[in-house]
């Protein structure tokens, strides 16, 4: 089993900045695929981007590729969220989700607790 903690949300303007990190516990992991996910306000919950467990493949939503990047330390059993030319479309609670399997969408077993993205125009 692992425990996500979420950071790094906030308010940004257009065009901005953002780095989302997701901390785990446990020692398996680097055995993890990991996820990113949003949810805006009154929207159903979407896949923003995703990494194998070695970080050798990475899978982004048509909607954030070229500008979010996701990486991972497995020395430190951290994922990240680098969010670029941030749009007020990508405000959202963004969670962190792992997944012992596989990388589909509804693999993900354990799930943060969300942190709040909110970019204004």
């Known amino acids: 089993q692992v425990q996500l903690v979420e950071s790094g949300g906030g308010l940004v303007q257009a065009g901005g900045s953002l780095r989302l990190s997701c901390a785990a516990s446990?020692?398996?992991?680097?055995?993890?695929?990991m996820g990113w996910f949003r949810q805006a306000p009154g929207k159903e919950r979407e896949f923003v981007a995703a990494i194998s467990w070695s970080g050798g493949s990475t899978y982004y939503a048509d909607s954030v590729k070229g500008r979010f990047s996701i990486s991972r330390d497995n020395a430190k059993n951290t994922v990240y969220l680098q969010m670029n030319s941030l749009k007020p479309e990508d405000t959202a609670v963004y969670y962190c989700a792992a997944s012992p399997r596989g990388l589909g969408h509804n693999e993900y077993d354990y799930w943060g607790q969300g942190t709040q993205v909110t970019v204004s125009s």
């Open positions: 446990g020692r398996t992991f680097s055995s993890y695929n």
